[in-house]
């Protein structure tokens, strides 16, 4: 993709640019076996929230996930896959790199396939918070009346503060681009860009008020797991000022 050709989409009416998803890299992957050997004790209490089908073989339960995840369950050589096998006598089958599709338990017991489950999900959870941020959820405030009542807080900070040293019209937000922001999001797939515009077109026939609509908007993403959970309740806010807006990296 060119970086000054992106690809476009149509989401309710508004066209946003599509950036391409990127993976995060570090320099100390090889430290997810020591990661593994430390999360097991936290993941062992049962969970009933889990489908796990009965088959003529045992037991069965999917785990949707995205593939740029998929290396952390399988782990270096294969190892973290072959000790969550042994450990809970099940048998997990990934979708190849770059394939989308689901992890795969199987097992004789229930328990045991509930066990592979819980810390397959506490592995995804762990490297999903290590991805840097892809999207933000946001309201946009595009009113006329907004945008002119900002460019006067402007020109009155301007005006007053002229003298003060590092402040200037570059620190201020694009009028276009003001919004008040819910939360960060990883999607990571396609699939976690369709699930995401489809929980946001039912929480606008859901939700009305604007601060339960933020709040409720939040929690069923962070019940989704597409937002890590760090507070109950959202602050809503505008940045106007940021020195991250200006432009000459030699400003001080």
């Not at 952390?72 to 790199?97: A, F, N, Q, W």
């Not at 810390?119 to 002119?148: C, G, S, Y």
């Not at 699930?195 to 008020?209: A, P, V």
Request: overall charge negative; glycine content about 6%.
């Amino acid at each position: 993709m060119e970086v000054l050709r992106p690809q476009l989409v149509r989401i309710g009416g508004r066209i946003y640019r599509k950036n391409p998803i990127q993976e995060q890299t570090y320099q100390h992957e090889e430290e997810d076996e020591d990661f593994y050997q430390g999360f097991v004790e936290c993941a062992e209490d049962p969970c009933d929230a889990y489908e796990v089908v009965q088959t003529q073989q045992g037991f069965r339960c999917t785990v949707k996930a995205p593939s740029l995840l998929y290396k952390h369950i399988v782990g270096k050589r294969g190892d973290t896959r072959k000790k969550l096998e042994v450990e809970t006598k099940t048998s997990i089958s990934i979708p190849k790199p770059g394939q989308e599709g689901e992890i795969v338990i199987t097992g004789q017991h229930r328990s045991g396939v509930i066990s592979a489950r819980t810390r397959i999900d506490v592995l995804l959870l762990t490297f999903r918070r290590k991805q840097p941020f892809t999207h933000f959820l946001a309201f946009f405030l595009n009113e006329a009346e907004v945008q002119e009542r900002f460019l006067k807080f402007q020109e009155e900070v301007l005006e007053k503060c002229s003298m003060d040293h590092g402040v200037d019209s570059t620190i201020f937000q694009n009028p276009k681009k003001l919004h008040l922001t819910i939360g960060m999001l990883v999607l990571l797939s396609e699939q976690e860009i369709q699930q995401t515009c489809e929980m946001l077109q039912q929480c606008k026939e859901e939700f009305i008020e604007l601060q339960e609509l933020v709040d409720r908007v939040l929690e069923r993403f962070q019940a989704s797991g597409l937002i890590v959970k760090e507070w109950n309740s959202v602050k809503l806010h505008a940045t106007v000022m940021n020195t991250l807006f200006r432009k000459d990296p030699n400003a001080v």
